[in-house]
Each structure stands twice: as C-alpha cells, then as structure tokens.
C-alpha cells in the first residue's frame, strides 16, 4: 500500500493552516521548560572545579537551610512544595540611595542585568557542610550598574519574604527578628562573583532553595546567600542582619570562609562534603571558599579574626 499523496491543490489551498500549526509546533518546541533558567550560556570561568564533584540535584534540592518553613533539613522541601508560588507576578523593591527606585518583576530584573547565565560554585555552610552547584543567574554588578546608587550608598541590605501564611514556621519562632536580612558592602555586591541565583540544575530555583530569586555569595558561609529575596536597599551604613542580631558572637557582618577562625562552638578547618553515602568525605576548608583569587582584595585592609 502507497500512502495517499496530498495533492497539490490541496496543500496549496491549505498551506495557511500547514504554516501556521508548523510554525507554532516549532515554537512549541523552543520554548524554554522554565520561566527563568531557559537559556543559560555556560560560563566560560566559573565551570566545575577540577577536584571536585557536582553535588547531586536530589540532595541539593533535598536538604536545605530555610527556617521559615522548617527548622529540619528535611522538613523544608515537603513544606515548600505546598507554596503556591507565582513567580510572574513576584515583586523586588529597589530602595534607599539609589536613582531607580522601583518595583521590578524577576523578567525585568533579568533584562537589565543582560539576561542570565550558569556558573558552578563551591557552597559552604557556617554548619561545616560543602556542596558544589550549577546555578542559573545573573551578576548583581550588572544590576547595580542599571540602577544607579548615589555616591553616597556604601551597603546593600537584602529582605526575604515574610508571609506568615506562607513561612508557616515564623510564627513558632517569636524570638527570631524576622523578615530575614542579609546585607554586603557595596564593594562585595559589585564583586564579579555575586550572583543573583534564578535556577539551579537548569531549571528554575526550587521553593526550598529560595525561588523565585536568591543571592549567591560563594566566598562567604551560606546564611549570606539570603532566599525569596523581595526587597533590596542601598544604605549608607552597615546593615542590620538576622543572624548578627541573634548571635553577633557567632555569626559576623562578613562570614567569610576561613579555616583559621573556629565558630566558637566548632572547628572550621575541614568540611563534610554533602552527599547520600553513610560516611561522606570530608575536605580541608579553603580560605575565602577557594576563591581567594577573586576577592581577596577586599579585605586586605581588615583584620579577619576580629571581623569575622
Ligand atoms: N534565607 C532565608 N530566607 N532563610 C533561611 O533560613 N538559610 C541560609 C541561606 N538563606 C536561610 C536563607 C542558610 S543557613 C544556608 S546554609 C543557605 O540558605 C542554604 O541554602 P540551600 O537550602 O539552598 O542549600
């Protein structure tokens, strides 16, 4: 048996239908699978690091750090996945000392920061655990750049979210100075390094990992690298952070990772590399997070033990 033939006529007469179903079928096709992390280019520096490997995505997106909703690893995910999130519709609010003050989407954000790229970093925890992640993101250098600080902006203070509704867990931690705060010095935000994280394992951020948008800061412990971020604003003094007020003993502005300054309740020298094995391995700790190279510079006129 021959397949009937369309004839001529008959695709003549159709071909409006034929381009139209061929062309949206093709952009069908195209169409990115996320809202944020679609097309990322791999970046040319930042690739995995010859020693190490990537953490798997079911642990990295399995055992997280958001005490808003959990104050268990574990319990974190299970909570978060019942958030309805929109994240079209998600809001940042750019304020204090700075020319463009405004609210922006996570898109528009994106647009002017050049749109996103991945870069595999290291991740350290002030806990003493390490992974090392594929994130999707964009440098906050180039956002800053577009909107313009005033000369005399010289800090960045970040704000999560802070719906109670939500961050179900908030209301069971009345001693905590909620919403969470994280904040830079201007010379640290604009660091080639810091990124604001869209997606990770190329696709969008995880609820638990603090989607729609987080920061990044892989030279510093993990509490920096704020999640749900709603609101940034350029100060003109240190800002006030979640974890300083809580414990400025244990947690400092900066939280540079350096193995020569213990936590005061644990050692700093080496981490546990996060993975599901029933022994996982451990490996020295690096100053700065091994990236000493590129921020090294900044505190050349501090003294890290005190700062710390
Ligand atoms: N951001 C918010 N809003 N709430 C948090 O509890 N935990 C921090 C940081 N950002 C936290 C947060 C800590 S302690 C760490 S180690 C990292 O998120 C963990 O990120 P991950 O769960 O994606 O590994």
């Not at 800053?144 to 010289?154: G, Q, R, V």
Request: net charge positive; proline share 6%; charged share 25%.
């Amino acid at each position: 048996m021959t397949k009937p033939q369309i004839t001529p006529e008959f695709y003549f007469q159709n071909r409006r239908v034929f381009m139209k179903y061929g062309i949206t079928f093709g952009m069908l096709m195209l169409l990115p699978k996320t809202i944020f992390a679609g097309d990322a280019k791999k970046s040319s520096i930042y690739t995995l690091p010859k020693d190490l490997n990537l953490t798997k995505e079911d642990v990295a997106t399995s055992y997280n750090n958001f005490y808003e909703f959990s104050l268990e690893k574990d319990g974190v995910k299970p909570k978060a996945e019942k958030w309805s999130l929109d994240a079209k519709s998600w809001r940042i609010e750019i304020s204090g000392l700075v020319e463009n003050k405004k609210s922006f989407s996570v898109n528009e954000l994106i647009e002017m920061a050049g749109g996103v790229e991945e870069r595999v970093y290291r991740f350290r925890c002030v806990e003493g655990w390490s992974m090392v992640v594929p994130w999707t993101g964009f440098s906050l250098a180039k956002l800053i750049e577009k909107l313009k600080p005033t000369k005399d902006a010289t800090h960045v203070q970040f704000q999560s979210m802070s719906d109670a509704k939500v961050f179900t867990n908030i209301k069971s931690l009345p001693q905590y100075p909620w919403p969470y705060t994280e904040g830079l010095t201007l010379p640290e935000a604009k660091n080639e390094l810091t990124l604001i994280a869209t997606g990770m394992y190329g696709k969008d951020l995880p609820r638990q990992n603090g989607a729609p948008l987080r920061l990044v800061v892989p030279w510093k412990y993990g509490f920096k690298s704020i999640k749900s971020i709603t609101k940034i604003e350029f100060t003109k003094s240190q800002p006030k952070t979640l974890w300083n007020q809580l414990a400025p003993d244990e947690y400092g502005f900066y939280a540079n990772v350096n193995p020569e300054v213990a936590h005061p309740r644990w050692s700093q020298a080496s981490e546990k590399i996060l993975d599901k094995s029933f022994l996982p391995k451990r490996k020295p700790t690096l100053l700065f997070n091994g990236y000493e190279k590129e921020v090294a510079a900044l505190y050349k006129n501090l003294d890290l033990k005190k700062n710390i």
